[in-house]
């Protein structure tokens, strides 16, 4: 097991003050998931440290799903076609170099995959058979969203593989799926359970 993954493991014992407001919302929100207190902030904290900072740092900006969704609405297809081609890839590149320090093709499947921990509304799955990939990306964002991630996977895997996808699209779901050699690729994706 790695370093990193033992620290994970190993637990201290921190005491912390906080109001008697946040302490019955804490308890009240333990309750209703059926968990612990001490669960809820540790995963708290934990997204903190592992999206919610780093997406600050970064510049992500939070928007309500509705005006995202009627920003969308605004644009032509091509438009949308083209942010995805040009615009996305580079954006996943920039934002798995910042957070991990690897903008290789591997570093950017497995910071989509992480991402998917802490952003309900776009979340990313993989998987791979001897050569054959799927790459499936789920959001909530409509239509719309689709020809960007569409066309986003499509640069991605004939950029980082050099093979054409067949790629399948629907209203909240795009799947590129994909046979590579591992001698004509620039990476391999990592199991996923």
Request: aromatic share 8%.
């Amino acid at each position: 097991m790695s370093k990193p993954a033992m620290d994970k493991r190993k637990t201290r014992l921190k005491t912390i003050r906080i109001s008697e407001s946040l302490a019955r919302s804490l308890e009240k929100e333990a309750a209703d998931e059926g968990t612990t207190v001490n669960a809820i902030v540790n995963s708290i904290l934990g997204e903190h440290i592992d999206w919610h900072k780093k997406a600050q740092e970064f510049g992500f900006a939070a928007i309500p799903q509705q005006l995202f969704k009627s920003m969308l609405e605004g644009l032509d297809d091509e438009t949308l076609a083209r942010i995805g081609r040009e615009v996305m890839p580079s954006v996943w590149k920039e934002i798995a170099e910042y957070w991990s320090g690897d903008s290789s093709p591997d570093g950017i499947l497995n910071r989509l995959t992480e991402r998917s921990k802490f952003t309900p509304h776009f979340r990313t799955r993989m998987s791979q058979e001897g050569g054959a990939y799927t790459i499936v990306m789920h959001h909530d964002f409509g239509p719309r969203w689709s020809v960007v991630t569409k066309n986003a996977l499509q640069e991605f895997v004939k950029r980082s593989f050099h093979v054409e996808p067949r790629i399948s699209v629907g209203e909240s779901v795009v799947t590129a799926r994909f046979e590579a050699n591992p001698r004509n690729s620039s990476t391999t994706l990592p199991s996923q359970p």
